[in-house]
């Protein structure tokens, strides 16, 4: 990786000149000023402490962190509190029972407004009805929703009575939902019949019930389903277990609003959550109570800077991914937030959908992924143009990283010009936001997370671990445990040693490639297996990516290396155009004259095609080893994890005629 920015010729890759100040108004009045580094910086274990009172503690804890077992911390050990309470409860003693927790929209325009009050009865019924399922403290809960009110209502309930909840993203198939359901050992499935995506009802129960014929999910003795589309189960191709399978709507709203939550450890495991990692089994990264709530919290706080009695806060992520945990269900509710919460698909039924929300609860901070920006940017300025975005006052961006061009896409066209842009780098495994600017104190650079947040302590380390100089490149690696820190994978604890803690002694190691720029601020290069070795030279495949996005007409970019002959990796470029461009003769050429221009020639891509999609996870995260294999011209491999698998037809469809060639 040294090489990326050693080399003269790159070490000035897209060197950012553009900055934005924190707005007047929004730096006067911020939740957090620049204090807060200082404070972290004196005294990291007393900051975390005091950061720990945002919550409500049964037992208050006296201890912060014991690190006397490292890699496995404790946080906050001899605290007790409840998870369920700081979201739900304590709002509704504090008088306000009649806020709005959440503003549920369905993709069809159905619409629902739980207020606290609301959320606290919702969630004791569910908790007293898995108490009738014979759900104990400790037992796992699978939960397989779409996006609705139930599924942050059914994630609390587990959270109420101390059963970690594992979801599993709905667009999963039943092969994946199986392996998590044994690998977690659950007992309950909590489930719908199905939910709404790009205009129809797209069933979820028939992928339970075949999970359930699969070796290792016999310990499952019942599912509760949600009622969502009402299709007929049995066209759906599911079935319907007597004894096992009961319906949300019979069990739970039969049971009695009120329940008293019990304090649990603050080190009791709160949920499972597994990251798909690029080889072997799913890894389940657990996450526990007292230390994960302080850091969603906070950072929530102030990341965001959010000001529960006139924010609306709007999370696009789904629920079953750690953003959805963290900033839909966890941060937000503990910090008596009013969210919107969106079952759809951005462009259903028409591409100002998201807009439309917008306008409609008049949303000020909205978190959404890059994936999402560069997608708008490709359908046109024209559509969020047609809609009041007035309300907003702060953006979010998570999950890539953002390239500079789409940064400055989203502040022009979803932020007036006006709103600061919060690029928040974090993991499933990191549990919160780890570095990010703070909106009211930094000084913003399109493209870069730029700082760890107080009390976090993260640098570059070249491969011999030592930390490298400002201007250089390496890997991003975390020096001191942080409170919301995955405490083990599931089960595996060898593993979690191995995988995070192993290659750089005493520090985390995150798989991502990094650099510092002249200020020492940090540049997110993308996973480190995406790094590209071209005649002697790591290139960043983030940043050939940004190069092409930089160019008026290109929308989105995905770049690999592909094994080469004579300099070892070829640069493969994959992009798709904005509105309106046509391919054209000699637009090749011109996107790798640009390259070449911004980058210099060794970063010139070999080839480059233009497409109408590209493959992605779910979570929207480009899938390049997909494309690695289109390039190097070999059968894919497992394409079972893309959102659409026609994908992959359309661009290899397209392969022989490509142009661009040496
Ligand atoms: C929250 C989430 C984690 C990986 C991470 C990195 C990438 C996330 C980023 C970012 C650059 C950002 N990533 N945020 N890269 N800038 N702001 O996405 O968790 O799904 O576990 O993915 O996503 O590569 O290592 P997860």
Sequence with gaps: MGDVVSNESLANLLKEERRFDPPADLAANANVTAAAYEQAAEDRLGFWAEQAKRLTWQTPPTQ????????????????????????????????????????????SGDS??????????????????????????????????????????AMLACARLGAPHSLVFGGFSAEALATRINDADARVVITADGGYRRGKPSALKPAVDEALTKPGTENVRSVLVVRRTGQDLAEAGGTWTEGRDVWWH????????????????AEHPLFILYTSGTTGKPKGILHTTGGYLTQVSYTHHAVFDLKPE???????????????????????????????????????PHQGRWWEIVQKYGVTILY???????????????????????????LGSVGEPINPEAWIWYRKHIGADRTPIVDTWWQTETGAMMLSPLPGVTATKPGSAQVALPGIAATVVDDDAREVPDGAGGYLVLTEPWPSMLRTIWGDDQRYID??????????FAGDGAKKDSDGDIWLLGRVDDVMLVSGHNISTTEVESALVSHPKVAEAAVVGATDPQTTQAICAFVILRGGVEEGAGLVDELRAHVAQQLGPIAKPKRIMPVAELPKTRSGKIMRRLLRDVAENRDLGDVSTLTDSSVMDLIQAKLPSTPGED
């Design 64 to 107: 912060t962190l014991d690190w006397s077992n490292a890699p496995f911390a404790k946080w906050f050990a001899d605290g007790k509190l409840n998870v369920a309470y700081n979201c739900v409860d304590r709002h509704v003693e504090n008088g306000l029972g009649d806020r709005v927790a959440i503003h549920f929209e369905g993709e």
């Design 250 to 265: 019979e069990l739970v709203e039969r049971q009695s609003p009120t329940h008293t939550p019990e304090a649990f450890d």
């Design 310 to 348: 006139t924010d609306v806060f709007w999370c696009t992520a789904d629920v079953g991914w750690v953003t959805g945990h963290s900033y839909i269900t966890y941060g937000p509710l503990s910090n008596g937030a009013t969210e919107v919460l969106y079952e759809g698909t951005p462009d259903t």
């Design 499 to 508: 995988t995070y803690w192993s290659r750089f002694e005493g520090k985390y």
């Design 112 to 153: 629902r407004a739980i207020t606290y009050a609301e959320l606290q009865r919702e969630v004791s019924r569910a908790a007293n009805a898995l108490i009738e399922l014979g759900v104990h403290t400790g037992d796992r809960v699978a939960i397989y929703m779409p996006m609705i009110p139930e599924t942050v209502i």
């Design 368 to 394: 959404t992924a890059p994936t999402a920006i560069r997608a708008c940017m490709k359908w046109g300025d024209d559509i969020p143009a047609k809609y009041d975005l007035s309300s907003l006052r702060l």
